[in-house]
């Protein structure tokens, strides 16, 4: 559960049973045997595809008797439904969580609160004056470890990774220096980026148990 999986394998096992996976949701039989509760031995009534992150090809399917349907979860324990995408998307393979809760109170996947982000205009940096503390603290969590869903639309410049307790910059085992040194570092880095790009974004693209990684990043 503490190791993310390979990702690539994971992907390439999805697309070799999609049709597999597409028939028993219209049948509600796999390999020939009905489908079952996920949480008892009744049949099930609800089928769901679920999803992750990392690719629009279902991981695998959920079955729910009529009692345990969002009985332990939305639909069940350790998935969620995306309120942008509708999908149920699996909620971690690691710590790191693959959803976000909006202020508005929906929990949307990282994917599409990826979209959200980089649509607004003001979570853009076009002037190295922009970047402040406030701006790098906010930085919002819309990359996974191992997510490409971004690439379809940005490049990265680098990143700068701080520890995710007190905001100091991790350089390497067990030491960490100020909070200013990674800061100067990203201010570094926006500078590059706006050199050849008008403007940059800042994104938290990875969570690790005791850091984060600051990504800096110029459109496509
Ligand atoms: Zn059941
Ligand atoms: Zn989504």
Known sequence: MWSLPDIRRLNEEAVKNASKLNKALETGYLDGIKIKCDWCDKPAEHIYPWYDVFSDIPKGIIGLCEEHDYYYGSPSEGFFICDDCERVLI?????????????????????????RYIKEEKNWLTSIKELSWQRVRSSPHIIPVSGNYWE????????????????????????TS????????????????????????LILDAAYQFAVSIGVYVKK
């Open 91 to 115: 909620t971690n393979y690691t710590w790191e969580l693959y959803y976000t809760d909006t202020e508005d109170g929906e929990r949307i996947c990282l994917n599409c609160a990826f979209d």
């Open 152 to 175: 379809n639309f940005l490049e990265f410049v680098n990143n700068v990774e701080f520890d995710s307790l007190t905001g100091e910059k991790i350089t390497g085992f067990s030491s």
């Open 178 to 201: 100020s909070r200013g040194d990674g800061l100067n570092e990203l201010r570094d880095l926006v500078k590059q980026a706006l050199k050849n790009h008008k403007k940059c974004i």
